[in-house]
């Protein structure tokens, strides 16, 4: 299979019926009526011009379109046209007037009376502000210089449960989000941060005021934290078993295998997070931060927090290059009878964890079953009903009826959005018992949503038999073989041979915490495949986008700067739909640009020892080709390669084993390469070199 390269262009094979057979270079003159309305850059070309001539501009004149008998007159559009303008200014100025201000003891002040929160001032001390944030929760908030000096948040939650100590650690966050941002300047800090977590306070007490029948949010996302840590802690000490005792960082490798496998790691207000939130992947897992804990004189790593409440880990403070994707639990208003409420409990699963597999069992999995392995031992918890409410003057009051339920439910937020394809949107909604909401009826793709969302989405360029393409230019850290350091510039380019529509995964309501574990193995893998990509083609600042000049429906490739236009071309083509995305790699062979390839970047200590090289081999010019499917958990399997020779069967129709193991080892090492750097890049230096040293077959 040949490499496709940037230059290519794969338009449809018939001209669009709207587009003119007239060289572009050609301009039109005299008729306008071979100009289509249905155009975009037709009508976009008279919007402009309209807006920048008065409606009146490109040779078209407005008589012909009948606007006097359509009684618009030139001044009544210039009425029409202040009035627009003002409804504008008026919407800016009440979008401006929505945003919290500086952080300042004036700027607070203000945020809270727009929030409708009662501020008390502290006689005891100066510049110190009490928040009555309900009835649950207090913030004492105190300042200095006009700077924050400390924050205090308390709750009806602290002290209720061991190991719960949602004050403290919500008072971590508060002060972070009130304190500049890396390389920020004091001045531009503004109370943005901090009004998403008062107003998340103020929601759970909302929902839980008497009003609502007085059930606590806070036990009951509570509750639901306490069983999941339940499972995680059974789940950690599982994998602990499988490392060594003098395994480096053993702790801390246990707790992201059973994040990224298992199910989940649950923090109450960790990270930046106010609340409950159950991590589920984590980019670069394997790789750790090198500021480690201190160590003690008995050799144990000593925790910098209390271990009962779990609140720092290594890669809170590596955010930048360690992405770690999470559910965010809250509560949110829903009717009772349309769908299941909260309860509270601490009983979702059992002190036993586990249960032997039964067929019987409706929460068995088939593997499970097959494999004869424990499963969950998920429990149902009874409902939580409301207090009577308080009699009424009314006969006929049926809200003050018992055995009534809460008009909440759990909700998990997505942080970030996850895109995946529509059939998996649908799929996951109905796993919670709800059908997906259809008021979104737009084309739109993964690439579209995650990768360009500036730029018009390929889904509505309404051409199947076109091949989209999008370019982009990374620099590659790389190590030769002295040690000295040197940048290599990648040109990526990545190809979509057919449109496959997607969806983003805002928020998912739920009715007991199993229903997120059991989809969390299908949300790894959408988290992985976007990680990927998002590294090697995700653009801050979208570029213009312009008709490709063979076909006005076919997308031209992203434009780089001239000087981004040499350097090792590497192709990907993507397929997104299920069960598992598919990605092919196209990689230049090393002999075919340098007889001395370099060695890889300065993860190679990672990856030194994964392949064994192989010098019996004769190198051949030929492109790598790898095919990777990304299956559940985030597992990187290799579909398809031309890179390790695979031994031809005997005469006898036998294999030999011994032989088909060592080349499973090295397929292997390929994906695990990939899973380690998390870098499409570094992993492609790392196969070249690798090929160079004449591993390849």
């Avoid at 501009?57 to 001044?75: D, E, F, P, T, V």
């Avoid at 036993?352 to 067929?359: G, H, L, M, R, V």
């Avoid at 299920?578 to 340098?594: G, I, K």
Wanted: aromatic share 6%.
């Amino acid at each position: 299979m040949t490499t496709p390269t940037p230059s290519s262009n794969t338009p449809s094979k018939q001209l669009p019926a709207f587009s003119s057979p007239v060289p572009r270079s050609v301009p039109h003159t005299g008729n306008t009526n071979m100009l289509s309305y249905d155009s975009p850059a037709v009508l976009n070309m008279l919007n402009d011009a309209s807006a920048g001539m008065g409606g009146v501009g490109m040779g078209i004149s407005m008589s012909g379109l009948g606007m006097s008998s359509l009684g618009m007159s030139a001044s009544a559009m210039g009425r029409a046209d202040e009035a627009e303008r003002s409804r504008r200014l008026q919407s800016i100025i009440e979008i401006i007037a929505r945003k919290p201000g500086r952080v300042s003891e004036e700027g607070l002040l203000a945020l809270c009376k727009r929030l409708g929160v009662q501020v008390e001032k502290n006689a005891a001390e100066a510049h110190s502000w009490m928040l009555l944030i309900g009835d649950e929760a207090v913030c004492d908030i105190t300042f200095k210089d006009d700077e924050i000096a400390s924050v205090n948040l308390q709750t009806g939650l602290d002290g209720e449960q061991e190991g719960l100590q949602f004050g403290p650690t919500g008072s971590a966050i508060l002060v972070r989000s009130l304190k500049p941002l890396p390389g920020q300047g004091k001045i531009n800090v503004t109370l943005e941060r901090f009004a998403e977590n008062l107003e998340k306070l103020l929601n759970l007490d909302k929902l839980g005021n008497p009003q609502n029948g007085g059930v606590s949010c806070y036990n009951a996302i509570a509750g639901v934290y306490i069983s999941l840590r339940k499972l995680f802690e059974h789940e950690k000490k599982m994998a602990l078993a499988v490392f060594a005792a003098n395994t480096p960082h053993r702790s801390h490798k246990a707790e992201r295998e059973v994040l990224c496998k298992k199910s989940g790691r649950p923090r109450l207000n960790g990270g930046s997070c106010l609340g409950l939130s159950l991590e589920y992947w984590m980019d670069r897992r394997q790789m750790v931060s090198a500021k480690t804990p201190a160590q003690s004189k008995k050799g144990k790593e000593k925790m910098e927090i209390d271990p009962q409440t779990h609140t720092s880990y290594l890669e809170d403070d590596n955010a930048e290059n360690i992405h770690v994707y999470s559910l965010t639990i809250e509560c949110e208003s829903s009717p009772s009878t349309l769908y299941n409420p909260i309860r509270i409990s601490n009983e979702w699963i059992s002190d036993k964890i586990e249960k032997p597999a039964d067929a019987s069992d409706a929460n068995a999995t088939i593997d499970s079953i097959l494999l004869d392995t424990p499963s969950l031992d998920w429990q149902d918890p009874k409902p939580t009903y409301l207090e009577p409410a308080a009699p009424t003057e009314e006969a006929m009051d049926l809200t003050s009826a018992p055995g009534r339920l809460p008009n909440i439910r759990f909700v998990a937020k997505f942080n970030p959005p996850l895109v995946v394809p529509y059939a998996v949107h649908v799929q996951l909604f109905q796993s919670v018992g709800i059908e997906p909401r259809h008021e979104d009826f737009r084309p739109t793709t993964f690439v579209g949503i995650a990768l360009r969302p500036g730029e018009i989405d390929p889904g509505m360029m309404g051409v199947a038999e076109s091949t989209h393409e999008i370019r982009s230019s990374r620099k590659i850290l790389r190590v030769d073989t002295e040690g000295n350091e040197t940048d290599e510039r990648h040109i990526m380019s990545l190809y979509l041979p057919k449109i496959e529509y997607s969806r983003t995964l805002d928020s998912l309501p739920f009715s007991h915490p199993k229903q997120l574990v059991e989809m969390l193995p299908t949300l790894r893998q959408y988290a992985l495949t976007t990680s990927l990509l998002c590294e090697s083609f995700f653009e801050k600042e979208a570029k213009p986008t312009e008709l490709n000049s063979s076909n006005p429906l076919s997308p031209p490739p992203t434009p780089l700067a001239e000087k981004d236009s040499e350097g090792l071309q590497i192709d990907v083509n993507l397929s997104y739909t299920p069960p598992a995305p598919r990605l092919t790699f196209y990689v230049p062979h090393p002999s075919a640009t340098s007889p001395n390839p370099q060695t890889l970047s300065s993860m190679s200590d990672l990856l030194s020892d994964l392949l064994i090289s192989d010098a019996s081999t004769a190198p051949t010019h030929a492109p790598l080709s790898i095919t990777l499917d990304i299956h559940a958990n985030g597992e990187i399997v290799v579909a398809e390669q031309n890179i390790v020779n695979v031994p031809p069967a005997k005469e006898d129709g036998d294999v030999d084993m011994d032989a088909a193991e060592v080349v499973e080892g090295k397929i292997k090492r390929i994906s695990r390469a990939l899973d380690i750097v998390g870098n499409v890049g570094v992993w492609a230096e790392w196969l070249r070199r690798e090929v160079g040293k004449g591993w390849m077959g």
